[in-house]
């Protein structure tokens, strides 16, 4: 089944940080986030710095700047012992069940940036699978929750783990992501994905110039298609190379929410620990849900789901009376 973007951007709470490196609080205003890359569709445009603007790639993450985007940032921070709840809004919702995209249909981007070891040309230096190994950019760590109402919250728990040790979940076991209703029970997520803008190794892999000087026609990543990887599956690739194992997608980290046991997820937040040593940095949210044609066929089926129990019902109580002479004769000679 296709799906697209409702993703999002109502700021619900001011958790947001009050300290470096970035202060959305008194900038943000509900809903004009819209404009700031609120829409589950991050901008092409990673910033600009000496003159110089720079497009979003996995060697390019968005800038983190000071209040008021100097560079040109979409970057929201959520600072140590702070936390932030995102609205999906009035006109969508992410799907929570698995008819799309195998229940992997939250992506968060958190402008996460590879190193290049070979500066211009888009060589990864990740040699294992170790969190953040790779990354030029701080750790990107948060909990995890969802809700369909605002009020009653579900925590992400990854391979069983919780406290305050992140973990990088892998999509390769569904499995693994659990939804509990006690916060204490949650995993520290680490958000390592890198993202990509336009679904090309033609372009600079470092992003060295404007979108605007992209040549047209240059396709664009799909911002619904999950990344279904994790960061050492980039481990030492060219940049033609990771822009294949992408296959399309703009990346990012994808969670599974099949098992929240919610109808639709309205409300994500994200809260980091006290703990932790640097801000949660979120560039964008997508949730996906199924094509207006697909969600009209499967609520049509789920109310006549009642009907059909009530004729099969029917049926075997027919079945029942027109053997009964039978089933009696049986047991009385059995």
């Given at each position: ?21 970035v202060n959305w609080a008194g900038t943000i205003v509900t809903p004009g986030v819209a404009a700031n890359g609120w829409n589950g569709k991050f901008n092409a445009f990673a910033g600009s710095y000496g003159g110089a603007s720079y497009t979003v790639t996995p060697f390019d993450g968005a800038f983190a700047t000071t209040a008021g985007g100097s560079y040109g940032a979409t970057l929201l921070a959520v600072a140590p012992g ?253």
């Amino acid at each position: 089944m296709k799906g697209f973007i409702f993703a999002t951007g109502v700021l619900l709470s001011a958790g947001v940080c009050a300290a470096a490196p970035v202060n959305w609080a008194g900038t943000i205003v509900t809903p004009g986030v819209a404009a700031n890359g609120w829409n589950g569709k991050f901008n092409a445009f990673a910033g600009s710095y000496g003159g110089a603007s720079y497009t979003v790639t996995p060697f390019d993450g968005a800038f983190a700047t000071t209040a008021g985007g100097s560079y040109g940032a979409t970057l929201l921070a959520v600072a140590p012992g702070s936390s932030v709840e995102l609205s999906f809004g009035t006109n969508g919702y992410a799907a929570a069940g698995t008819a799309v995209n195998n229940g992997f249909t939250i992506g968060v981007q958190a402008g996460a940036g590879l190193i290049d070891t070979q500066y211009g040309s888009g060589v990864t230096g990740i040699t294992g699978g170790t969190i953040n190994n790779g990354n030029y950019t701080n750790p990107r760590e948060a909990f995890v929750a969802v809700s369909q109402n605002g009020t009653t919250w579900k925590y992400l728990q990854f391979n069983g783990i919780s406290g305050n040790t992140a973990v990088e979940p892998n999509p390769a076991d569904p499995s693994e992501y659990k939804w509990v209703s006690s916060s204490s029970a949650a995993s520290l997520i680490a958000f390592d994905i890198p993202g990509n803008y336009f679904n090309s190794s033609r372009i600079a892999p470092d992003g060295n110039y404007a979108p605007g000087t992209v040549s047209a026609g240059t396709p664009v990543a799909d911002f619904s298609r999950p990344f279904l990887g994790t960061l050492a599956s980039f481990s030492n690739q060219s940049w033609s190379q990771l822009v294949t194992t992408l296959d399309g997608s703009a990346g990012g980290t994808w969670l599974n929410v099949s098992g929240t046991g919610l109808e639709t997820i309205n409300y994500i937040q994200f809260t980091v620990p006290s703990s932790a040593k640097y801000s949660m940095l979120i560039e964008s949210v997508a949730g996906v849900v199924p094509e207006p044609a697909t969600l009209a066929m499967l609520l049509s089926g789920l109310a006549l789901l009642p009907l059909r129990r009530r004729r099969q019902s029917r049926r075997i109580n027919e079945s029942t009376w027109r053997t009964g002479q039978e089933r009696r004769h049986d047991r009385a000679t059995g």
